[in-house]
């Protein structure tokens, strides 16, 4: 792993783990699990900066 690599521990619900799975069966299939939650994160982060432009071009 490299140096510059930081490792996070979450915990998330039955629920989140019954989504999890079904997403990584079907759309990451051929992905590892990783790959997955990077993506899923930088997903999480492009739509909060999204939210905050709106907002700063709404004022």
């Known amino acids: 792993m490299a140096a510059s690599l930081k490792r996070y521990s ?4 039955d629920a989140m783990k019954e ?3 079904t997403l990584k069966s079907t759309q990451y299939a051929k992905a590892t699990a990783n790959s997955m939650l990077c993506d899923l994160i930088l997903l999480g982060l492009n739509s ?3 939210k905050d432009s709106v907002r700063e071009d709404g004022k």
């Open 10 to 13: 979450v915990y998330v619900s």
């Open 48 to 50: 909060v900066e999204h």
């Open 19 to 21: 989504e999890l799975d």
